[in-house]
């Protein structure tokens, strides 16, 4: 299965692993930092999807992103993402960019098939997207910013 946004393109390997391609080069760091900041948890995708459309209405993200892997500013003007691990490996994207990658990651995710061997305790009778989405609803007590636009 893959998806492809801008030049990035998501598919998995025979692990069920996110990978990526590039056409441009500028934007493999993007698509480095969604395959592991993000990986395949919805939850993540769901902050992230969040903090880019507080920051593109004016508002500060709801928390800081947190993360072993990378730095992340969410501003305005841009996003900057900084691997902690491989100097430098750094860029900056402009948020329309950025947002754009990311609602096209969470479209992969969303549509990648569940693990039919995987037993989920929250929700199990609706789909992974959307038992997520309510979880990530009630941990922070609002509707999330995209509901009713990607999902």
Not at 21 to 26: C, T
Not at 102 to 128: C, I, M, Q
């Amino acid at each position: 299965m893959g998806s492809a946004v801008n030049g990035i393109r998501f598919s998995t390997d025979q692990y069920r692993l996110s990978t990526f391609e590039v056409d441009d080069q500028r934007l493999r760091v993007l698509g480095a930092w969604l395959i592991t900041d993000v990986s395949k948890h919805l939850l993540v995708c769901l902050d992230a999807l969040a903090m880019v459309d507080d920051v593109s209405q004016g508002r500060p993200p709801f928390e800081e992103w947190s993360s072993e892997n990378y730095a992340v500013s969410i501003t305005p003007e841009g996003v900057t993402l900084r691997n902690e691990w491989v100097e430098g490996e750094e860029a900056g994207y402009p948020l329309a960019e950025f947002r754009e990658a990311v609602e096209a990651y969470w479209s992969f995710l969303a549509g990648l098939p569940e693990n039919p061997h995987l037993v989920r305790e929250h929700r199990p009778d609706l789909p992974e997207w959307e038992a997520d989405l309510l979880n990530w609803e009630g941990k922070w007590g609002r509707l999330h910013p995209y509901r009713g636009r990607l999902f």
